[in-house]
């Protein structure tokens, strides 16, 4: 398949941090509609993937394409930077703004719709994720679970001036971290939620097995900065591959060291 039908595609791609080889010469290419999950160790470069397709980092070699478009430059470098939005671990959501506010944080900076169109977009979004209800609130009263889920609601419209055929591409880095099961379960509906009303693509970053097996359709494990699986949700669940056995079972023995696990 050609890369200009992928979303993301990096070919060849090594992260050096200081005399550490992160990722070396890894291969990844994914298409509209695909819903992936990063798995492996602590400190294994998961989070490096997504800092790098979120434009906070560049690769060290190899070629990186998001929208069909070498990425060369920082997202603050960039004039038009691809339609990529990132829900971190930690909501991020600003105090002293009401959800409404954080929410609608990014258009009213824009300046490039009107207010009553922005206060349309921030309505819809929260109406998406469960939270009209509470868009007067600030964000010390509500709960963690709700706090993630208006962090939900604004990756829904960032970079919404970009009216055109770009797919977005939704990175999510331990969306459920910290959260008890019932949490859990709203978040994780809400990945495939969000990822289908966005009509993009999306990528998970979790060591949730229920978080994995629910939002992602395929798997890849990354260890020593290299992909050492790649395959579906329902494989995943029954390979014997020694990396995913291992980091399924949670078993000390294996290709991955403790002191990594």
């Known amino acids: 398949m050609p890369k200009s039908t992928h979303v993301m595609w990096m070919k060849d791609l090594s992260v050096e941090l200081g005399s550490k080889k992160v990722l070396n010469k890894v291969n990844l290419a994914m298409c509209a509609g695909e819903r992936l999950a990063i798995v492996g160790p602590s400190g294994s470069g998961k989070s490096t993937i997504l800092r790098l397709l979120a434009g906070l980092l560049l690769p060290s070699n190899g070629n990186l394409q998001i929208s069909g478009i ?13 339609d990529v939005r990132l829900v971190f671990q930690n909501p991020a959501l600003l105090a002293s703004l009401t959800v409404r506010e954080n929410v609608g944080f990014l258009l009213e900076k824009q300046k490039i719709f009107s207010e009553q169109i922005i206060q349309k977009k921030i309505i819809h979004c929260l109406q998406e994720v469960g939270l009209y209800d509470v868009a007067e609130k600030f964000p010390n009263q509500l709960s963690g679970g709700m706090q993630k889920r208006v962090s939900f609601a604004r990756a829904l419209i960032s970079d919404s001036k970009k009216e055109s055929d770009s797919i977005p591409l939704l990175l999510y880095d331990e969306p459920t971290a910290g959260l008890d099961p019932i949490a859990c379960t709203r978040i994780e509906d809400l990945i495939i939620k969000t990822t289908d009303v966005a009509q993009g693509c999306s990528i998970v970053v979790s060591h949730v097995s229920s978080t ?50």
């Open 212 to 261: 994995i097996e629910r939002t992602a359709n395929r798997v890849i494990l990354l260890y020593d900065g290299k992909f050492q699986w790649d395959g579906s949700i329902d494989q995943f669940k029954q390979s014997e591959n020694a990396y995913v056995k291992q980091f399924r079972t949670g078993n000390l023995q294996g290709p991955m060291q403790p002191e990594d696990l």
């Open 70 to 82: 070498e990425q060369k430059y920082l997202r603050l470098d960039q004039n038009d930077p691809p």
